[in-house]
């Protein structure tokens, strides 16, 4: 996308950030006291505060750098969920078989990376677009594929595999790797108080989540 900056926020300061995904439930409540609830987003949204995570004015300085280079809200760049950034656990190393991504039918050549919360049919599954560079690895019921046996887009998330090597038919394609969740800023303003930052005080910098 153009209004895409592929660059990824200050890990540094991202790591002492708060944050999370959040929903958006419309809920009535009838007569009898029952609920309607319905959830007006398909999708969760990750909201975060940057300014959480700067403690020292070379860490508000880099932050203040990285905002004016991305225009405010104009361009999206890349940021690390600390809690959830792998297609495992966070204290394991991503294997080829963490996710599937797919089914062969013997003509599909490209399958779209996937992370699935939960499991069994009531499981969210999120598109990952943001895969880090170098990161991903495939395996093809089970089988590991070498990394020149396809290819991966860390713009789109698009696992891809070469003319003629199509997963055959019934074959289970499985993921695993490293991501980052493409997001903008959800201010055009940051104002520092300097007395009150050297006396403790966070400036809040909001961070929303957009679609890839």
Request: charged share 25%.
């Amino acid at each position: 996308m153009t209004d895409f900056h592929e660059v990824r926020f200050p890990i540094d300061v991202a790591r002492g950030a708060r944050g999370g995904p959040e929903r958006q439930t419309q809920i009535v409540t009838l007569a009898s006291g029952r609920e309607v609830r319905n959830s007006r987003w398909a999708h969760s949204r990750r909201r975060y505060d940057a300014g959480l995570g700067v403690r020292s004015f070379d860490a508000l300085a880099q932050v203040i750098s990285f905002f004016e280079e991305r225009r405010g809200r104009l361009y999206g760049f890349r940021w690390r969920d600390q809690l959830d950034w792998k297609s495992c656990a966070p204290s394991q190393a991503p294997a080829a078989t963490d996710q599937a991504i797919g089914a062969g039918d013997g003509l599909a050549a490209e399958f779209q990376l996937w992370k699935s919360y939960g499991t069994g049919a009531l499981a969210y599954r999120r598109v990952i677009a943001k895969p880090q560079a170098g990161s991903v690895l495939v395996a093809v019921d089970g089988v590991v594929q070498a990394p020149e046996a396809f290819s991966c887009d860390p713009v789109t998330g698009l696992v891809a595999f070469p003319p003629g090597h199509a997963p055959p038919a019934g074959a289970v394609i499985t993921a695993g790797f490293a991501f980052d969740v493409p997001v903008r800023f959800d201010t055009d303003a940051i104002e520092v108080d300097l007395s009150a930052f050297e006396a403790g005080e966070i400036p809040r910098i909001p961070v929303v989540e957009i679609l890839p």
